[in-house]
T-cell receptor, first 112, second 112 residues
Framework: NAGVTQTPKFQVLKTGQSMTLQCAQD?????MSWYRQDPGMGLRLIHY???????DQGEVPNGYNVSRSTTEDFPLRLLSAAPSQTSVYFC???????????FGPGTRLTVT | KQEVTQIPAALSVPEGENLVLNCSFT??????LQWFRQDPGKGLTSLLL?????REQTSGRLNASLDKSSGRSTLYIAASQPGDSATYLC???????????FGSGTRLLVRP
């Protein structure tokens, strides 16, 4: 049982490049979400999903795309990277009725 | 719109001291309040969760309280140890949707 895994751990992109941050969970959790953490700020919700085929926007969705074709995976796509997207990205999951949630180890992204 | 604030941003204490971390929120109609621990380069680990109907929760040397009327939660750490050094984040949920609103965290250093 690996819990929540995120790949890659680190990534450097040039402005305008696209990439996908991967999040996978093996706990059969229905709810998955993406947060970004910037220095001196709390985590902010980007997108979330309440189940396969269902996604919705969080607080800061611009510049990001998500899809949820399976229960296990919830990839986050950066369409055209900008320096403002330099951040640490966390994936989190909750089971139905779950209280505490599980966070992945994060992906540190730098956009130059 | 809910805003969550944590003061101070950083705290340094000698080993063995009892300490209190503060979390304040602007909208008292919360669903629950959760405290997390974040170690450098790692994801978040849930420490304590207080439902809106509860006043406090305890786990080992940790005690979290909730006062909705004043918009405050505190995390009490008894007999602090160097291993408690980490960033502590609080987060509120406003409904059952698992969308968390985070404070910016308090970085705690416990000196041997």
């Amino acid at each position: 049982n690996a819990g929540v895994t995120q790949t890659p751990k680190f990534q450097v992109l040039k402005t305008g490049q696209s990439m996908t941050l991967q999040c996978a969970q093996d706990m059969n959790h229905e709810y998955m979400s993406w947060y970004r953490q910037d220095p001196g700020m709390g985590l902010r919700l980007i997108h979330y999903s309440v189940g396969a085929g269902i996604t919705d926007q969080g607080e800061v969705p611009n510049g990001y795309n998500v899809s949820r074709s399976t229960t296990e995976d919830f990839p986050l796509r950066l369409l055209s990277a900008a320096p403002s997207q330099t951040s640490v990205y966390f994936c989190a999951t909750w089971g139905q009725g779950g209280r505490h949630g599980y966070f992945g180890p994060g992906t540190r992204l730098t956009v130059t | 719109k809910q805003e969550v604030t944590q003061i101070p941003a950083a705290l340094s204490v000698p080993e063995g001291e009892n300490l209190v971390l503060n979390c304040s929120f602007t909208d008292s109609a919360i669903y629950n309040l959760q405290w997390f621990r974040q170690d450098p380069g790692k994801g978040l680990t849930s420490l304590l969760l207080i439902q809106s109907s509860q006043r406090e929760q305890t786990s080992g040397r940790l005690n979290a309280s909730l006062d909705k009327s004043s918009g405050r939660s505190t995390l009490y750490i008894a007999a602090s140890q160097p291993g408690d050094s980490a960033t502590y984040l609080c987060a509120s949920r406003m409904d059952s949707s698992y969308k968390l609103i985070f404070g910016s965290g308090t970085r705690l250093l416990v000196r041997p």
